[in-house]
C-alpha cells in the first residue's frame, strides 16, 4: 500500500510539472467555470425575478424537467471544455503543441457526442438527486456510492469520445473495459490529485476558523475573500491535472506504455498487473 501511495505523488508530481510548463491548459477549467456560472444565472435569476412556483428540484414534474434541462447543459459545458483539454494535453505528451483555440476547435467536432454524452450523464445525476430526495439520508449514502462507481467506470468516456469517435454507449463500454484493465493502483493515483488539493483547502479553511477566534471584522472579510480565492485556484489547478492524469492512464491503458513526457516508470508503476488482480467484492 505505501508503494502505492507513493507513486500515486509520483503521477501527481509529473502532472504538476506538465501543467507548469503548459500553463495554458488551465484556460480550459477557467472558461468552463465562467460559462457554468452563466449557465446557472440564466436558470435561476429568471425563477427569481418572476417569483416562479417552479424550481430546480424533483418536487413537481415541472421540476424535474427544468432540472434535467439545467444538468443537461452544465454537464455539456464541461464535458466541452475538458475534451478541448484533453486534446491539447495529448498533443503535448506526443511532443506537439496546440493553442487553446485549436483544443476548442478539436471539442468542436465532437459536439454530437458531447450532447449524446451530457444526456446520458444528466440522466444518471437526476437519478441520484431523486433518491436522495426521496429516501432521506439512506438515499444520500446509496447516491453518494452509485455516484462514485459510476464516476470510476466512466473515467475514460470522454477520451474514447474524444480520440476514438466511438458512440456514447460503444464509449462507455469501453471505458468499463479500461478501467478494469487498470484498477488496482489507478484509483489510488485519481483519488490522491483531489487528496492533495483538499489538503491544501482544508489547511485555508482552518487559517480562516483561527481568524473568528480575533474577532476583527475586517481582518474576517479579508480571511474569507483569500479563502474562496483559494477554492477557486485549487478547482482550477484540480480540474487540469485530473485531464493530464486521466490522458496518461488511457495512453497507457491503449498502448502498454507511459507517454514520453513523464519520467520512467511514473506511470508504469501507477498500474498493478491485470492477471495478478481477482475482481471480488469491492471490485469492478
Not at 508530481?13 to 446557472?40: C, H, N, Q, Y
Not at 503535448?92 to 503543441?97: A, C, E, Q, S
Not at 451530457?118 to 439512506?138: Q, S
Request: hydrophobic share 60%; glycine share 10%.
Amino acid at each position: 500500500m505505501i508503494d502505492r501511495i507513493i507513486r500515486s505523488f509520483e503521477l501527481v508530481k509529473a502532472s504538476w510539472r506538465i501543467l507548469m510548463e503548459d500553463k495554458k491548459l488551465l484556460a480550459f477549467p477557467i472558461l468552463s467555470g465562467l460559462v457554468t456560472l452563466l449557465v446557472i444565472a440564466t436558470f435561476v435569476i429568471p425563477l427569481i425575478l418572476s417569483n416562479s412556483a417552479y424550481s430546480l428540484s424533483t418536487n413537481s414534474v415541472a421540476g424535474i424537467v427544468l432540472l434535467f434541462l439545467f444538468y443537461v447543459v452544465s454537464y455539456f459545458v464541461v464535458i466541452f471544455f475538458n475534451v478541448g483539454l484533453i486534446s491539447c494535453v495529448q498533443a503535448k505528451l506526443n511532443g506537439k503543441d496546440m493553442s487553446v483555440g485549436e483544443g476548442l476547435s478539436a471539442a468542436g467536432r465532437h459536439l454530437g457526442a458531447i450532447l449524446a454524452w451530457a444526456i446520458v450523464a444528466a440522466t444518471v445525476g437526476l437519478i441520484l438527486r431523486m433518491i436522495e430526495d426521496r429516501a432521506g439520508f439512506l438515499g444520500q449514502i446509496a447516491a453518494a456510492v452509485v455516484g462514485g462507481v459510476w464516476s470510476l467506470v466512466t473515467l475514460f468516456v470522454v477520451p474514447v469520445l474524444a480520440f476514438e469517435d466511438k458512440g456514447v454507449f460503444a464509449a462507455m463500454k469501453e471505458s468499463l473495459e479500461l478501467f478494469k484493465k487498470t484498477w488496482g493502483e489507478s484509483v489510488v493515483g485519481t483519488i490522491s490529485i483531489t487528496l492533495v488539493f483538499a489538503a491544501v483547502g482544508f489547511v485555508g479553511v482552518l487559517l480562516f476558523l483561527a481568524t473568528l477566534f480575533i474577532g476583527n471584522p475586517t481582518l474576517i472579510i479579508a480571511a474569507l475573500v483569500l479563502l474562496l480565492v483559494l477554492i477557486v485556484v485549487l478547482a482550477i489547478l484540480a480540474s487540469a491535472m485530473q485531464g493530464i492524469f486521466t490522458v496518461a492512464l488511457y495512453t497507457y491503458a491503449k498502448t502498454g506504455s507511459a507517454p514520453g513526457v513523464f519520467p520512467p516508470g511514473s506511470v508504469e508503476g501507477a498500474f498493478a498487473p491485470s492477471a495478478q488482480q481477482q475482481f471480488g467484492p469491492g471490485n469492478i
